[in-house]
């Protein structure tokens, strides 16, 4: 008799606050964009409030005191803050001086406007390594949620997190300091994404719906991120310099993407998850209340 039963999981959801010309290929591009497509992040909150759902959004402060008021009512509302950085840079391209002085910068500006304390973060690109992890800590940070266990992705960097403990499936901590990494699902031996942003946008819906299915059976925990434009009712503008890649990226699967996120809340629900926040976990792990 198999008497094995998996503990209830824990569900993250999350956005980065970022607008359109923040993305990677955009800002590269040098285009001048105006649209943010930050309607996205509002249409977001939404589904999640209709479903109870508290997020967590991290934010780029270079633009975020043109977002404060909106900010503040989510915050109202239960969901939590943390810092995406000063500019939508990833870390492993800035010396660790640099980084160590724009994130001191960006959480103390994120505190004093929101009146809450700031303690976690999530690199640009995920473009963490393990030097700028360690700086984390050192600068007042209790977690992070960066990490991306996908060879392929752009930015990647393997990452030794022997000195951790390994608490749940995708959840590692060391003195007091935690790292909520991107959930991924294993097939032939390789790590797929299956946390929400571009991964479950446009990957084949059939592969990535059964790859989602399988891991909410075996993991504990699961993270979905995602970025304002994914969810955006308006139109992308028109870039004719992107690389046919980059253009793939963008557009692929916009439309159906709230129907995926709602599917991914209902197989959720289903195998019966907590939604969580990260701050709500760490509290719990040591007893403190971050505000
Ligand atoms: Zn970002």
């Known amino acids: 008799m198999n008497t094995k039963t998996k503990n209830p999981g824990k569900a993250f959801f999350t956005i980065d606050v970022e607008r359109f010309s923040d993305t990677e ?53 239960g969901h939590k803050i943390a810092l995406h950085g000063e500019r939508h840079i990833p870390p492993k391209l800035l010396s660790d001086n640099e980084f160590e002085s724009q994130i001191t910068r960006a959480k103390s500006k994120l505190e004093d406007m929101l009146g809450t304390r700031v303690i976690g973060y999530r690199a640009p690109c995920f473009g963490i390594d393990r030097q700028k992890l360690d700086i984390l800590q050192k600068s007042g940070f209790l977690y992070d949620s960066s990490l991306m266990g996908f060879s392929k992705a752009r930015h990647n960097t393997e990452i030794d997190m022997s000195d951790f403990k390994k608490i749940s499936t995708s959840t590692f901590e060391k003195n007091g300091f935690f790292e909520f990494a991107m959930s991924t699902e294993k097939i032939f031996g390789f790590n797929f994404p299956v946390s929400g942003g571009g991964y479950v946008r446009i990957s084949n819906w059939l592969f990535t719906r059964f790859m989602l299915k399988k891991h909410f059976i075996r993991s504990d925990d699961y993270v979905f991120y995602s970025h304002p434009f994914e969810f955006s009712k308006e139109k992308l503008p028109k870039i004719k310099t992107l690389k046919s890649y980059d253009k793939y990226y963008l557009q692929c699967g916009l439309s159906s993407y709230v129907k995926k996120l709602e599917f991914i809340i209902k197989q959720l629900q289903k195998n019966g998850y907590n939604f969580s926040t990260f701050e709500d976990e760490i509290q719990k792990s040591n007893g403190v209340i971050y505000k």
């Open 25 to 77: 290929c955009i800002y590269k591009s040098e285009v001048p964009v105006k649209q943010t497509m930050l309607d996205g992040l509002d249409r977001y909150m939404e589904i999640l409030n209709n479903h109870n759902i508290k997020a967590t959004l991290f934010v780029l402060t270079d633009f975020a005191d043109e977002i404060a008021n909106g900010l503040k009512k989510h915050l109202a509302n």
